[in-house]
C-alpha cells in the first residue's frame, strides 16, 4: 500500500488549500481513508475521516471549515479545508487502516498571521 499526499503550502490565515492523497495496492473503494495531522511538539490527531460507504467524521476543531471526500475511480481523497488559522499548521498524513495500517509521508501546511 502506497499513500501519496500533496498539496501543502503555506497561506495566510482566513485562505484556504486543498490536500490531496492518492492510494496504491489498497481496494480503495472498500476502504476507509482518513485525514491527521501533527503539529510540532503535538500528537498525531485526527482531522476527519470517510468510510467506503461516504460517511464522514470530523475533529471538533475543523467542523464547519473542512471537507474530505473521495474518488473511487482515480483513487484519491481530498481535504478542502477553509478559512485556516495559525492553529492549522501542522504536517498532515493521509491514512487507510485497510489490511493493517498504511500512512503517507506527509505534506506541511503552514498558516501565517
Known amino acids: 500500500v502506497q499513500l501519496q499526499a500533496s498539496g501543502g503550502g503555506t497561506v495566510q490565515a482566513g485562505g484556504s488549500l486543498t490536500l490531496s492523497c492518492k492510494a496504491s495496492g489498497v481496494n480503495f473503494r472498500l476502504a476507509t481513508m482518513s485525514w491527521y495531522r501533527q503539529a510540532p511538539g503535538n500528537q498525531r490527531e485526527m482531522v476527519a475521516t470517510i468510510t467506503s460507504a461516504g460517511y464522514t467524521n470530523y475533529a471538533d476543531s475543523v467542523k464547519g471549515r473542512v471537507t474530505i471526500s473521495r474518488n473511487n475511480v482515480r483513487n484519491t481523497v481530498a481535504l478542502q479545508m477553509n478559512n485556516l488559522n495559525p492553529e492549522d499548521t501542522a504536517v498532515y498524513y493521509c491514512?487507510?487502516?485497510?489490511?493493517?495500517?498504511?500512512w503517507g509521508q506527509g505534506t506541511l501546511v503552514t498558516v501565517s498571521s
Open positions: 491514512n487507510t487502516p485497510w489490511r493493517g495500517n498504511y
